[in-house]
């Protein structure tokens, strides 16, 4: 496996591509709900037939929630018992796209496809009844579909994103597979986050890893409250 030690940087262009590559960079829908902050991360393209491959070399200073129980307190997502979805507030977990492709009921479910590398160690990615929860991620951890033809990882269109983030040369995509669900503590501080992708680029034909990093910026208490009330009386004074 590439061993790669990365630094994540604000606000610069980190991103390492081949000429053909599907992959742009990280893009994140951040949303606050009640005391958590809800990060879901998506790998950026552009081609509707680009599809993930895994996500590799994962750097993190990051805290995460996880939810009590053995289904829910590592990294793999609790597909058996379909809890892990988008609209989860107090797990985090890893995902190759959404289970079936699409939506049920207003909600994505995460993929059961998804596979966690060896990097992610001791019982982090399969727990024990005695094991703690996985709140980090295990350095340079990384996780894959267990098959790439499956209509699971198929990209989905950003177009309206709540909060959206870019990490590098993710501010490109207009398209992104589900590749991961955070939920921290508000109060927290921001998350550095850093890894490389693989697509399965749909013109071309070629797969091809580029590496994106950047920070996913937390919300204090209530600031994206006051920000979608803000943009709500402008849009009534325009009216």
């Known amino acids: 496996m590439k061993t790669v030690a990365t630094i994540a940087l604000v606000g610069t262009a980190s991103l390492v591509a081949s000429a053909d590559a599907g992959f742009l960079g990280f893009v994140a829908s951040v949303r606050t ?3 958590n902050t809800v990060i879901d991360v ?8 680009d599809k993930f491959l895994n996500v590799y070399n994962t750097v993190s200073n990051g805290v995460f929630i996880q939810k009590a129980g053995l289904a829910t307190k590592t990294w793999k997502p609790d597909t058996a018992g379909f809890t892990s979805t988008r609209n989860t507030l107090d797990d985090s977990f890893m995902t190759a796209g959404t289970f079936s492709g699409g939506q049920y009921g207003g909600e994505y479910y995460a993929s059961s496809n998804t596979n966690g590398d060896p990097n992610f160690t001791g019982s982090s990615w399969n727990a024990t009844p005695a094991s703690p929860a996985a709140t980090t991620i ?3 951890a990384g996780w894959y579909t267990g098959d790439p033809t499956s209509v699971d990882n198929v990209s989905e269109s950003l177009l309206g994103l709540v909060n959206r983030q870019d990490l590098s ?14 939920v921290v503590a508000t109060a927290g501080g921001n998350i550095n986050f850093s890894a490389f992708t693989s697509i399965k680029d749909g013109v071309t034909g070629g797969t091809s890893q580029a590496q994106s990093s950047g920070t996913f910026f937390v919300p204090a208490p ?18």
């Not at 998506?42 to 037939?49: D, E, K, L, P």
């Not at 943009?231 to 325009?238: H, L, M, T, V």
């Open 222 to 239: 209530g600031a994206l409250a006051l920000v979608s009330l803000a943009g709500f009386a402008s849009r009534r004074r325009r009216a």
């Open 169 to 182: 040369g993710g501010a490109a995509a207009t398209r992104g597979i589900w590749c991961a669900h955070f």
């Open 42 to 49: 998506f790998a950026g393209v552009s081609n509707a037939s």
């Open 138 to 140: 295990p350095n340079l």
């Open 33 to 35: 709900v009640g005391a």
